[in-house]
């Protein structure tokens, strides 16, 4: 079954760590150029049916509906999704939705998390468009739990010298690369980490041109001229995954909630600062509602509630202490608690 791929150059975040080794940020998605490739996977039947009238197929409707996890509230994906003669057009915005949906893991099972994606795809597509995004998103699942051995096996060798790291981040490279094209195909990889590819190149080439027996007018030409070479919108990207970084950093660190507003005014500005303080304020006002309604669970036990009278009493406190939207989460949440 074919679907378009669409190759572009977008913006993805490199960081090399103390060891030396790459890591990726979710690209953003630019205006992409239609490529069409196949398929050479079985998608399932049971994914293709038509969209209803509420422009949902009847297979997602008849799945429960999740809430958005706190984590997520106020803020979307912004991914938009695509369909040309019944064909997915592939762009590494896709990408963004699955690691927008994935980052609530812990948060959500694997399972839940793979409900709201098939909601949010089947917002924009259907039938077979729907069924490969599906698919694409499966294997990504796999190849994100292939990483966890992958990065073991190539772990960083701190006794190595510079020449033998740079030898090792070459080969993690293409080791990567391979992993990526059997997990997920080569043509939809490409399309899917084409920028993180280009990225280790320049990351590569920089530690080379770093480590190269030159004169510190010759290296530092060629540095600012590899530095040229990176299209704008991947240097702005990069620019913005600092940003987000200190950001991370800032809400990590013990502060109180004026430092911590000054801090990230200072680095995004006031209308970023305010609106992460009023996350901030929802996570925390959430947080006490979980734990005041632990403490009341705790006290039923205590009393010797068991059985449906158990139940029946939990029931009621999600009933009194959440809204509609609310329960279902609160209830998983809690459960998980008394679980240990």
């Not at 509230?73 to 592939?90: A, I, K, N, P």
């Not at 304020?281 to 449906?308: F, K, P, T, V, Y």
């Amino acid at each position: 079954m074919p679907w378009r791929v669409s190759f572009s150059l977008v913006a993805a975040t490199l960081v090399v760590a103390a060891a030396g080794y790459l890591w990726h940020e979710p690209e953003v998605e630019v205006q992409p150029e239609a490529h069409t490739i196949r398929s050479s996977a079985v998608v399932s039947d049971a994914l293709t049916s038509q969209p209803t009238a509420a422009g949902y197929p009847e297979s997602t409707l008849l799945k429960p509906v999740l809430p958005q996890p706190a984590s997520l509230q106020g803020s979307s994906h912004g991914v938009r999704l695509l369909s040309l003669g019944g064909e997915l057009v592939l762009t590494p915005g896709l990408r963004d939705l699955f690691d927008y949906y994935l980052s609530t893991l812990g948060e959500l099972s694997l399972p839940d998390i793979r409900l709201l994606v098939e909601r949010a795809l089947a917002q924009q597509l259907a039938s077979a468009p729907l069924a490969q995004a599906l698919e694409i998103y499966d294997n990504y699942v796999r190849y994100r739990e292939a990483l966890q051995s992958f990065d073991d096996e190539y772990a960083a060798d701190r006794e190595a010298s510079k020449a033998q790291q740079l030898m090792q981040l070459q080969q993690r490279q293409q080791a990567l690369i391979l992993l990526q094209d059997q997990m997920l195909g080569a043509e939809v990889a490409q399309v899917l980490f084409a920028q993180d590819r280009q990225l280790d190149d320049y990351t590569l080439e920089k530690a080379r041109l770093l480590q190269a027996d030159i004169s510190a007018e010759q290296r530092a030409q060629a540095l600012a001229n590899l530095q040229a070479s990176l299209p704008a919108e991947v240097v702005e990207h990069q620019q913005r995954n600092v940003r987000q970084s200190r950001l991370m950093a800032i809400g990590e660190a013990q502060l109180t909630p004026t430092e911590r507003y000054q801090r990230r005014a200072d680095v995004a500005g006031e209308a970023v600062a305010l609106r992460l303080a009023q996350l901030d304020a929802e996570q925390l006002h959430w947080q006490q509602r979980l734990d005041e309604a632990a403490l009341a669970l705790a006290g039923m036990q205590q009393a010797g509630l068991s059985g449906n009278d158990y139940q029946q009493a939990f029931d009621q406190l999600l009933q009194q202490q959440f809204s509609a939207d609310e329960r279902l989460r609160a209830r998983v949440l809690l459960n998980r608690r008394h679980s240990h």
